[in-house]
C-alpha cells in the first residue's frame, strides 16, 4: 500500500484543516490506518487511529476532541479533520498504514507504510 497525505497548510489559531491520507492498493480496506505527527526536535507521536471499518478509533489525550479521523474505504481514503487549532500542533503530520492488520494500533511501530507528510502550521 502506497500513501499520498494532503491538505496541510498555515492557519490561525481556533481555525481548522482537513487532512487527507489516499491510498493505493486493492486490500486499503482490511487495514489499520494511522495518523502521527513530528514537530523541530521532538519525537514523532501517535495522533489518532482507526480499524479497518471505522468503528474504532482512538485519539492522544492532546486532541481533547478537537480531531475526528474518519476512513472512507470505497474511495480508499483516510481523513483527520482538526478543528480549534492551537500553535503547538505544529508539525509534519504523516498517515500510516498497518497492512496486514485490521486492529488499530497508537504504537507507530506497528505501522508498516508511510506516506511523506504534509505541514502544518498554526500561527499565535
Known amino acids: 500500500v502506497q500513501l499520498q497525505a494532503s491538505g496541510g497548510g498555515l492557519v490561525q489559531t481556533g481555525g481548522s484543516l482537513r487532512l487527507s491520507c489516499a491510498a493505493s492498493g486493492r486490500t486499503f480496506s482490511n487495514y489499520a490506518m494511522g495518523w502521527f505527527r513530528q514537530a523541530p526536535g521532538k519525537e514523532r507521536e501517535f495522533v489518532a487511529a482507526?480499524?479497518?471499518?471505522?468503528?474504532?478509533?482512538y485519539y492522544a489525550d492532546f486532541v481533547e476532541g478537537r480531531f475526528t479521523i474518519t476512513r472512507d474505504n470505497a474511495k480508499n481514503t483516510v481523513n483527520l479533520q482538526m478543528n480549534s487549532l492551537k500553535p503547538e500542533d505544529t508539525a509534519a503530520y504523516y498517515c500510516?498504514?498497518?497492512?496486514?492488520?485490521?486492529?488499530?494500533?497508537?504504537?507507530?511501530?506497528?505501522?508498516?507504510?508511510w506516506g511523506q507528510g504534509t505541514q502544518v502550521t498554526v500561527s499565535s
Open positions: 500510516a498504514v498497518r497492512s496486514g492488520y485490521s486492529g488499530a494500533s497508537t504504537d507507530a511501530n506497528q505501522y508498516n507504510s
Open positions: 482507526i480499524n479497518w471499518s471505522g468503528g474504532t478509533t
